[in-house]
């Protein structure tokens, strides 16, 4: 998620188990859509499933808001902000159907290389927080190695400790198109092993970890099936995902339009599965 004149630009990804309601033997749980039914799951086969099998007619936008319609599942909407948004009315944001904020803790410059926080990081968490969001984070890479990614993923452990997290920490990797930036010379082995590097020191510190980036940017980069142990937070701005990508959490705009705003505001959307069964 990079600047954008007035506009946070993109990330995304997802959540395998949010919740567990125990109820006379059985358990109603929710999980996000790229486990898609239980033979996935028991076969194995999610581990290197990167399609999207969810329909696309049920897609429904209302305004700056999307919906997933199909029977059995639910879904939420969020945003993700950075310090570009400005001042933030997270209450208001929650008023219309916000669910979930995803707030960036810092990023590393794309030329300098050195590492900064996000300067409304506290404040987006303290306020989101006490609207009643769900948080997640994410942090801006531009890791040339692992042990730059794994430097990353040890600032934001440092900057989240204190906060309650019930969605991910996401590594955001992605172009950069005002100039050339230090990862331009990366090949697509190098960008798995940093996410890979990152995401496994955020998990052995016992947060979920995941993975942002762009269609296109999956396309040219990343080898989702290397990254199926992480949630993936895909962005495409369109009326649906389309099928090339499974994904946990969907970024589908960054032209959110919503009051608490004087900026247009990143969207997403996560789709989780309801289903019983037995402990």
């Not at 019930?166 to 697509?188: G, M, N």
């Not at 940017?217 to 099928?243: C, F, M, V």
Request: glycine content about 6%; proline content about 1%.
């Amino acid at each position: 998620m990079r600047k954008r004149i007035l506009i946070n630009s993109a990330k995304m990804i997802f959540l395998p188990v949010l919740a567990v309601v125990l109820t006379a033997g059985t358990a109603l749980r929710t999980q996000a859509q790229r486990y898609h039914n239980d033979d996935e799951m028991d076969s194995g086969y999610y581990k290197i499933c990167t399609a999207n099998h969810l329909d696309e007619s049920c897609w429904v936008r209302e305004g700056s808001l999307m919906f997933y319609t199909e029977d059995e599942f639910s879904s939420r909407v969020g945003v993700d902000v950075s310090k570009w948004n400005a001042e933030l009315d997270f209450q208001a944001l929650r008023d219309q159907g916000v669910e979930f904020a995803i707030i960036r803790v810092g990023f590393r410059g794309y030329k300098t290389g050195e590492i900064e926080e996000d300067y409304r990081f506290c404040e987006y968490m303290d306020e989101a927080g006490a609207a009643g969001l769900d948080l997640g984070v994410y942090f801006f890479s531009q890791a040339i190695d692992e042990d730059e990614a794994v430097e990353e993923a040890q600032f934001v452990i440092d900057h989240i400790a204190g906060y309650t997290l019930s969605l991910p920490v996401y590594f955001d990797t992605e172009d950069v198109k005002e100039d050339e930036a230090r990862t331009e010379v990366l090949a697509e082995a190098n960008y798995n092993l940093n996410a890979r590097a990152f995401c496994d020191t955020i998990e052995s510190a016992g947060y979920r970890a995941g993975v942002y980036a762009s269609s296109e940017w999956i396309r040219k980069n990343l080898d989702l099936a290397q990254l199926a142990d992480y949630e993936i937070w895909y962005a495409s701005y369109s009326n649906t995902p389309g099928r090339e990508t499974g994904f946990d959490m969907w970024q589908y705009s960054a032209s959110g339009d919503l009051e608490g705003s004087e900026t247009y505001l990143d969207m997403n959307i996560r789709v989780e599965k309801e289903f019983q069964s037995v402990d």
